[in-house]
């Protein structure tokens, strides 16, 4: 009989600041919820821009994740969901439609 992987908790921070940002950060919430079980979620706080200053205001989440994921799949996963949402390599604290960041 295969072992199931126990399942971890994770906190995932999201960040937005392009186009549509609420509408980026629930769609990027959609796609982990795929692949994820997303326990809770905080509310919405604008933030400005750290290092380049001269970019919009940011708009953040932070959520609480259930998952089997190893750490490099799971931070794969937010990886390819930035690209599939848009974003494009650019310099270090520059605009973009949507981050995931793994912060616990």
Do not use: W
């Amino acid at each position: 009989m295969k072992q199931q992987a126990a399942k971890v908790e994770a906190y995932l921070g999201l960040g937005s600041n392009l186009g549509d940002r609420e509408q980026n950060l629930a769609r990027a919430m959609d796609l982990l919820a795929q692949r994820v079980k997303i326990e809770q979620t905080s509310s919405l706080y604008v933030t400005e821009p750290v290092d380049h200053k001269d970019q919009p205001l940011f708009l953040n989440a932070v959520c609480r994740v259930r998952t089997s994921l190893g750490p490099e799949e799971l931070l794969g996963l937010a990886k390819r969901i930035e690209v599939a949402m848009g974003r494009k390599p650019s310099f270090v604290s520059g605009p973009r439609p949507i981050d995931i960041d793994i912060l616990f």
